[in-house]
């Protein structure tokens, strides 16, 4: 890290299904890590795949919902 201060954000989604969006904001960075990116690289990718996992999180019980973890699988199949 070279000690730029960077913003990541989006538009704020109104839903109270967030459940696990640090977690998968955590592990997507991780996997960005993992596949060589650089630190602010990763962050943007973690960042990006929760934004689409809360936009495509749904209601599970009855508090809050979970982000959809699997959203890109919809794309996969559309791909196939």
Not at 9 to 24: E, F, L, N
Not at 34 to 50: E, F, H, I, M, N
């Amino acid at each position: 890290a070279d000690g730029t201060e960077r913003a990541y954000s989006s538009p704020r989604r109104d839903t109270p299904h967030s459940h696990g969006g640090g977690d998968s904001l955590a592990s997507a960075t991780t996997a960005g890590l993992a596949r060589g990116l650089a630190l602010p690289d990763a962050v943007a990718l973690g960042k990006a795949y929760v934004t689409r996992a809360v936009e495509h999180a749904y209601p599970l019980g009855a508090g809050h919902g979970p982000v959809s973890a699997l959203w890109s699988v919809a794309d996969w199949e559309r791909e196939a």
